[in-house]
């Protein structure tokens, strides 16, 4: 007994020492590295190697960053250093807003700095040593100081390219390039939204650094630039920091909620409601529901409205879940018959395996299920007609309205689409929304129409749209979204402008959100 027991204490020290390299193994197989987090975040617009050119960097404009070159528009560093540390983590957490760069701020902090560090290693920057610049005091926004920065903008020229209305349509504005050579659109001051964030000291930031690879200059040197004392400075620069923000045409609505910890709560209401309630019943119904605010980004950029805000409401009860966008728009655009009209629309877009992966459609690893209302769509459900022709075109001549003719010469004998089971090619619409399946960008594929399960309804009272999607919580498809109280789900959510020619690609998203029922 004396022996066993001897030989048995190594032997069980040598089990224990073998469980807790196995365990440390498993930890650190699932802590995900700053390479894999690049990979399944970052690669397809900013490429394998860091240069910019990403598989889905042609869908993307201004165009993704060249992370070799060490240069970053949004940095806290004097001109001519690069950025530090946190200047990068706060791009990567926020997002910029107005870009296709979207916010990461779902990702934990140290996955933030796992890809940081990768994000380094693509160029000899060296920034170990550099610091931010510091910020004084800020000046009160007075008459005088207002007045001052107004003269300061005109002075220095920043109404050249921004306008004399802060509207982005100076002389100058359509002949701006970045340091690729790619047309550059001026911001749009009277939106209130910056790349570099939104506060009077990020202002500061962007004036005194200015915004590396664009043609936006520093001015750190004002008293300089303008004969002033350099004791007067701080006092020049808060004043066209001030002024700047006194352009602001405000449009927040003040009933909405921003966004708090990433996650859209829906909330649970009376089990005897039924989708047409939903879609169609009182508008107080959806009063008792919260209204977060969410910010979307053109991933293309046009002249104007490439950042604006969404407004989502949730609400669900033991059978449906109901979810409702509603976003200014100003024109209908509804008509898609003829080549010249693009529509308005709009889309959700679920994680089906609860991954956060890439927030453009998805991947082959971690399809999206997407609810798609389309105007034209709602149209024809509307009028119930086959086609928007007949209101585009409303007293044209059709062969297969000649009755003489033979049936098999009948301009609806020959319809591909529609014999081949494709939902766009349905004479018919009873519902303006169409679910699909992606897999990444041109990955999209329509459910069969046994298979259309979302119903839905928008309506334009002439300065917005509303649209409500419902749907089931269940579904026995695999390919397709369920939901359940309290785990959460990825959320995400586009539109388009068709007086904006959006179509395709051409639109606005969001990053992703968790949606929650909650009761």
């Known amino acids: 007994m004396e022996k066993t027991s001897n030989y048995s204490i190594p032997f069980l020290l040598l089990l224990v020492s073998v469980f807790l390299t196995l365990e440390a193994f498993t930890l650190k197989k699932d802590v995900r590295s700053g390479e894999v987090l690049y990979n399944q975040y970052c690669a397809s ?201 006194s352009l602001e045409v405000k449009k927040y609505d003040r009933i909405s909620k921003p966004i708090e910890n990433n996650k859209i709560i829906s909330s649970k209401t009376k089990n005897v409601i039924d989708p047409e309630e939903f879609i169609y019943g009182s508008t107080s119904l959806w009063d008792n529901a919260e209204i977060y605010s969410i910010p979307v980004s053109r991933l293309w950029q046009s002249e104007s409205a490439n950042y604006q805000t969404i407004n989502v409401r949730a609400m669900y009860n033991s059978k449906y879940i109901a979810i409702k966008m509603d976003w200014e728009d100003q024109t209908i655009d509804e008509g898609l018959y003829r080549v010249q009209d693009f529509q308005d629309a709009a889309a959700i877009q679920f994680s089906i395996d609860a991954v956060k992966g890439f927030h453009g ?55 591909s689409g529609r014999d081949a089971g494709n939902i766009n090619s349905t004479a018919n619409k009873t519902s303006p929304v169409e679910n699909v399946m992606s897999k990444g960008p041109q990955t999209v594929m329509s459910f069969p129409n046994s298979e259309q399960k979302v119903a839905g309804n928008g309506i334009w009272n002439g300065k917005k749209w509303q649209v409500v999607f419902v749907r089931k919580l269940k579904s026995k498809s695999e390919q397709k979204v369920k939901f359940t109280k309290h785990k959460p789900i990825p959320i995400a959510f586009a539109i388009w402008n068709g007086v904006k020619e959006d179509r395709n690609g051409q639109k606005l998203v969001s990053t992703w959100y968790e949606l929650e029922l909650k009761n």
Not at 383 to 410: C, F, G, H, Q, W
């Open 361 to 415: 459609m998805g991947s082959e690893d971690h399809p999206t299920d997407i609810w798609f209302w389309k105007a034209e769509w709602q149209l024809r459900t509307n009028k119930k007609t086959e086609s928007d022709i007949a209101l585009a075109y409303a007293n044209r001549v059709s062969d297969s309205e000649i009755e003489t003719y033979p049936k098999l010469m009948n301009d609806m004998a020959y319809l």
């Open 45 to 245: 617009c900013h490429g394998d190697n860091g240069g910019g050119s990403g598989d889905l960097a042609y869908l993307l404009y201004p165009k993704p960053r060249d992370f070799t070159s060490g240069k970053y528009k949004i940095k806290s560093s004097p001109p001519g250093l690069p950025p530090t540390d946190d200047d990068i983590i706060k791009t990567i957490k926020q997002g910029m807003p107005g870009t296709a760069m979207p916010a990461f701020n779902f990702l934990h902090n140290d996955e933030i700095i796992r890809l940081t560090d990768e994000v380094k290693k693509f160029s000899s920057m060296n920034n170990q040593y550099v610091k931010s610049i510091t910020i004084p005091t800020e000046l009160p926004a007075t008459n005088e100081i207002i007045t001052l920065g107004k003269n300061i903008y005109i002075e220095v020229g920043c109404n050249m390219c921004h306008g004399n209305t802060g509207k982005g349509d100076g002389p100058s504005a359509q002949k701006l390039v970045d340091s690729k050579g790619y047309p550059i659109v001026p911001k749009d001051f009277t939106a209130g939204n910056y790349i570099g964030g939104n506060t009077k000291r990020d202002l500061f930031l962007r004036f005194a650094t200015g915004i590396d690879g664009t043609p936006m200059p520093s001015y750190g040197n004002l008293a300089e630039v303008l004969g002033k004392p350099k004791e007067d400075e701080n006092k020049l620069t808060w004043a066209l920091v001030h002024y700047v923000k």
